[in-house]
Every structure is written in C-alpha cells, then in structure tokens.
C-alpha cells in the first residue's frame, strides 16, 4: 500500500467543525434574540413594532454590501481569523444591548453582531476545505450550515418561554440579553482553544492549494469565480432558492392564514420546515458523498420544490401543509450544502471564501427581491382575503426555471475521478 506523505487525515478536523458549529449557531441565536418576541420587546422598550423588526433587519441589510469584501478577508488570512473576528464582534455587541430600555444602543448593538456574522457563516466551505477530504467535504459542510437552523430553532424555541420564566418584565429582557451574551463569550473562548488554523498536513483533496492563507486574492477573484459557467448556474439557484426560503417563512403565517390555519399552527409549520431542513442537511450530503455525485441534488431538489410550493398555494387543510413543508424542507434546505461543496470544488479551495460569499450575498438578496415580489403579486391578486395563490405558482415557475438551469450543471470530473482512484 502506497503511503501519501504529501497529505494527513486527522481526527482532530471533527472537533474544528463542532468548534465552528457552536459559533455557527449562536451568530443565529443572537441575531434572532428580539423576533420571537417582537409584541413584548415593542411594549417594553416603548418602540413601534417597525423598530423591532428593524433589529433582526439589520442582518440581511448589512450582509449584503459585507459578504464579498469579508470573502477576500476570508480567502487571505484564513478561517480561523474570519471566525474569531465573527465571534469576537457577535459577543462584544451582545453585551451592548444589555441597555435595554436605550433603544439606539440595542441597534448599535445588533449592528455589530449584523456585521460580525458574514465572517462566521462565509468561512464555512473553507473551512471544510482546510480540514476535511473531498469524499467529506458535502458532509461537512451540511453540518456547517446545519448550525445555523440549530440556533434559529434555539431562538425560535427558548426565548418566549424563557422571557415568560423570568417574570416578562424589561428587566427580564435584560437578563436574556445577559445569558446570551455570556454563552456567546464562551462559545468564542471554545473556538479560540479548539478552532485549529490548519492540520499539519493538508486533506487529500481534487485541488492542491487547500491552506489558501498564502493565495494573493484580489477581487479579481470575483471576476474569476463569475466566469465559471457552473458557478453563474449557481449564483442562480442560490438566488431564486435561499430568496423564495427566506420569504416563505416570513410571509408564511400570512400566507397560511386565509386556509384558515392559525397563527400558533403556522408556527409549526415553519418549525416542520426547518426541522426537515436540518435533517436534509445531513442525509443528503452523506449521500453525495458516497455516490461522489453533486449534480442530481440541485437538479431533485428543484423539481421537487416547484410542484411543492404549488400545492401549497392551492391545497387547504393543516395536514397537507404539515406534510408539504415537511416536503419542502427537507429537499430545498438540504440541498444548499451540497450546492456549497459543489461551488468550492469548481472554484477551487484557494477562492472558496470569495465564491460562499458571492452566493450567500444572492441569497439574501433574493430574499428581500421575492419578498417584494411575492408582496406585490398577492396585492394585486389576491382579493378580500388576501391570498397568496398567484405569489406561490410564482415561486413555482421560477423553480421551474431553476430546474432547467440546474440540468445544465456539469459534474466536477476530478471529484469523480479522485474517487474513482481511491476504490481501485
């Protein structure tokens, strides 16, 4: 048996992605302190409900114009130092808003941690790239970004009650704020100790220059990834299916309610998409890996999706909702990792960061883009009641059109070919 010097596996890669899976979650938990309590926060502060909502905003408004700027910083000094400067920034601000009742001081303080998340959540397939061989890399990745749903769940699924607990007075806020931001410090401290730079051999891995601190990257890179024609498939998907995501489960109690499905129900609803989402996260990539495929997920994911999202328009009846966004999640959100993985093995390692963050900047994008859209479709059509029909067979074409477009992906030949090598 041939012994490769050249490269290392290491045991050690596992507690990295868990070290960067607890920053992962808390960046969301932090950002989504003040959602799930958005009537409390707005009558204990003293601010209209715009005030609040524009607290969560502040994380797509400011992500945006960050992502690709934080992807070069990502592509030249590293994971490690993106991720530190994330949890360090997440932390920092979190204290800020233990002023609870000094309403500019809780945006400032939400700004900073709006600010530090790009940093976190664009190093993911670096880290991965860093770390972990290419038949792990979807895997890893799926994990990656499978903390991300753990801290919005832990948002969605601690706060209120939490709040209740603790008398649901200002003061209480206060002592939210508190714990929060002393787990964020700690989770920072964990990272710190356990969130090694770089093994001491790379990964055994289709491209060669996985330490990438050393790569002189310019935004030229952004030129280079855009010139690759799986990457624009890409940037395309990733807009349509983050954008429709992101506005599905903000209109969704919206969109639910002329069914006649309450606001508590709709909740649960959104809680079934997420939750299938997350194990999405981690049985497709799993998949792909052992098929050393990348390409049929996308593909599935989208054809799949557009029917779904039909029938969630036109359907009535709270099972058939359970049951289609159980459908939904599972297939849309677990999809997205694999999507990340195939993106840094067609950029390569050394513009990983630059190219995550081009398509997490279009995500959110289209996020805010079909929200809108979907916003003014059901104002001009959906009558009395307000329904969002027409809004959800638009999300159904442009999956359509996803579809057609994700066909025109080409697998990574050098994936398959190194698995190939590697059964021989």
Same mark, same amino acid.
């Given at each position: 048996?041939?012994v490769d010097?050249a ?7 596992w507690l ?5 899976m607890?920053i ?11 959602a799930?309590?958005t009537s ?8 209209g409900e ?11 408004l400011?992500f945006?114009?960050l992502s ?10 590293g994971f490690r130092?993106?991720v530190?400067?994330?949890a ?7 204290f ?5 009742g000094?309403y500019?001081l ?5 700004i900073?941690?709006s600010?530090?998340q790009p940093f976190?959540?664009?190093?993911v ?6 770390w972990?061989?290419?038949?792990e890399? !979807? =895997?890893?990745?799926g &994990?990656?970004? *499978?903390?991300?749903? %753990?801290? #919005?769940?832990?948002?969605? $699924?601690?706060?209120p009650?939490?709040?209740n !607990? =603790?008398?649901g007075? &200002?003061s209480s *806020?206060r002592?939210? %704020?508190? #714990?929060y931001s002393l787990? $964020? ?7 710190a =100790? ?5 093994p ?5 891995r289709?491209?060669?220059?996985v330490a ?13 990834v855009?010139?690759?024609?799986n990457?624009?498939i890409?940037?395309l998907?990733?807009?349509v299916?983050?954008?429709s995501?992101v ?12 069914k ?5 129900t709709a ?22 890996d052992?098929l ?13 999706t ?6 969630m ?11 289609l966004g ?12 694999i999507?990340?993985?195939f993106s840094?093995?067609t950029t390569?390692a ?7 963050s081009?398509?997490?900047?279009l995500?959110?994008g289209?996020?805010?883009v079909?929200?809108?859209i979907?916003e003014?479709?059901?104002?001009s059509?959906?009558?009395k ?9 638009f ?7 996803g579809?057609?477009v994700?066909?025109r992906?080409r697998?990574?030949p050098?994936f398959?070919?190194s ?6």
């Amino acid at each position: 048996m041939e012994v490769d010097e050249a490269h290392g596996l290491y045991a050690r890669r596992w507690l990295v992605l868990i070290a960067y899976m607890v920053i992962g979650a808390l960046t969301q938990l932090m950002w989504l302190t003040y959602a799930p309590i958005t009537s409390q926060t707005q009558h204990l502060m003293g601010v209209g409900e715009f005030k609040v909502v524009l607290l969560a905003m502040m994380f797509p408004l400011l992500f945006v114009p960050l992502s690709i700027p934080v992807g070069i910083i990502i592509d030249r000094k590293g994971f490690r130092f993106a991720v530190m400067v994330g949890a360090i920034l997440t932390a920092g601000f979190s204290f800020l808003r233990l002023a609870a009742g000094n309403y500019t001081l809780v945006l400032i303080g939400m700004i900073g941690i709006s600010i530090g998340q790009p940093f976190v959540l664009n190093a993911v397939t670096k880290m991965v790239a860093t770390w972990f061989p290419a038949e792990e890399s !979807a =895997l890893a990745t799926g &994990l990656g970004a *499978l903390s991300q749903f %753990v801290g #919005i769940m832990a948002a969605q $699924a601690i706060t209120p009650p939490l709040l209740n !607990a =603790l008398g649901g007075t &200002l003061s209480s *806020l206060r002592s939210i %704020v508190l #714990i929060y931001s002393l787990v $964020a410090a700690a989770g920072a401290v964990f990272f710190a =100790l356990f969130g090694k730079a770089r093994p001491p051999k790379p990964p055994k891995r289709a491209e060669h220059d996985v330490a990438g601190a050393e790569v002189s990257v310019s935004w030229r890179g952004v030129k280079t990834v855009l010139a690759l024609r799986n990457f624009r498939i890409f940037c395309l998907i990733v807009f349509v299916g983050n954008g429709s995501f992101v506005g599905l489960l903000q209109l969704l109690e919206k969109i639910l309610k002329p069914k006649g499905i309450s606001t508590t129900t709709a909740g649960s609803v959104g809680a079934v998409i997420v939750v299938a989402g997350v194990i999405g996260c981690v049985v497709f990539p799993a998949i792909s890996d052992k098929l050393r495929r990348r390409k049929p997920f996308p593909v599935i994911a989208t054809l799949v999706t557009a029917p779904v999202l039909f029938l969630m328009g036109a359907l009535h009846g709270t099972g058939a909702m359970f049951l289609l966004g159980a459908i939904l999640g599972l297939f849309l959100l677990g999809a997205f990792p694999i999507v990340l993985a195939f993106s840094e093995e067609t950029t390569g390692a050394h513009l990983t960061g630059t190219a995550t963050s081009v398509l997490l900047l279009l995500g959110n994008g289209g996020g805010v883009v079909m929200t809108v859209i979907m916003e003014a479709i059901k104002g001009s059509t959906g009558g009395k009641q307000g329904s969002f029909f027409w809004a959800m067979a638009f999300l159904a074409a442009s999956f359509a059109v996803g579809a057609v477009v994700a066909f025109r992906l080409r697998e990574n030949p050098s994936f398959a070919g190194s698995a190939a090598e590697r059964a021989e």
